[in-house]
């Protein structure tokens, strides 16, 4: 009877670590888990789109429904392989995908433009470090049909104008579908 009662006393500052290990798992786990998932979310989930009053549109009556949805982006800079660290290039992105993905599930736009300078060195990218850029972008950026995308070039991504060139610009057309020159009317906008 003695040595048992002897041995839980030894064990008690035992069970205390393991107890404060596991209370500090636990918190440090649910700070992480805030920080790089719910905090998108929280801070998203506080902007709403405007009502619409008044602003007779066409139809001779316009409701929020028929209101475009609209989000503007510019200058992602996604990193290359050349200036880009991979810890930075992995939070950075990490970060831009989680918030992009929280903002389309939460907001619903009916369209998504990027206003250039999508990436850091596609001025100067090789055709592999292009199509790897490229592939990261559409794993950060993915959208449903709903969601229009619009990519515009930007001077990172063809070069400034003296040092664009047809293949530099041809290879940004062909990836995004878009030419600069395009207009594009959406709602009646």
Not at 33 to 52: A, G, H, K, N, S
Not at 178 to 189: M, N, V, Y
Request: proline content about 2%; hydrophobic content about 45%; overall charge positive.
């Amino acid at each position: 009877m003695l040595g048992s009662s002897s041995t839980t006393v030894k064990n008690l500052p035992l069970k205390r670590r393991l107890c404060f290990l596991l209370k500090l798992v636990c918190f440090v786990g649910s700070v992480l888990i805030f920080c790089e998932f719910l905090i998108y979310y929280v801070v998203i989930f506080q902007c709403r789109w405007p009502d619409v009053k008044g602003g007779v549109h066409m139809s001779g009556k316009e409701t929020s429904a028929s209101a475009l949805k609209a989000i503007i982006l510019a200058d992602t800079h996604l990193l290359g392989e050349i200036k880009g660290h991979w810890l930075d290039k992995l939070r950075r992105e990490w970060q831009m995908e989680r918030s992009f993905q929280t903002a389309l599930w939460l907001l619903q736009p009916d369209i998504v433009f990027i206003l250039g300078d999508v990436f850091d060195e596609g001025k100067w990218s090789s055709p592999q470090a292009w199509a790897d850029d490229v592939r990261r972008f559409r794993k950060m950026f993915k959208h449903s049909d709903f969601t229009e995308l619009v990519v515009i070039a930007g001077n990172h991504d063809i070069g400034f104008h003296y040092e664009m060139t047809t293949y530099k610009v041809n290879r940004f057309e062909k990836v995004f579908n878009f030419t600069s020159g395009k207009l594009i009317t959406r709602k009646g906008i």
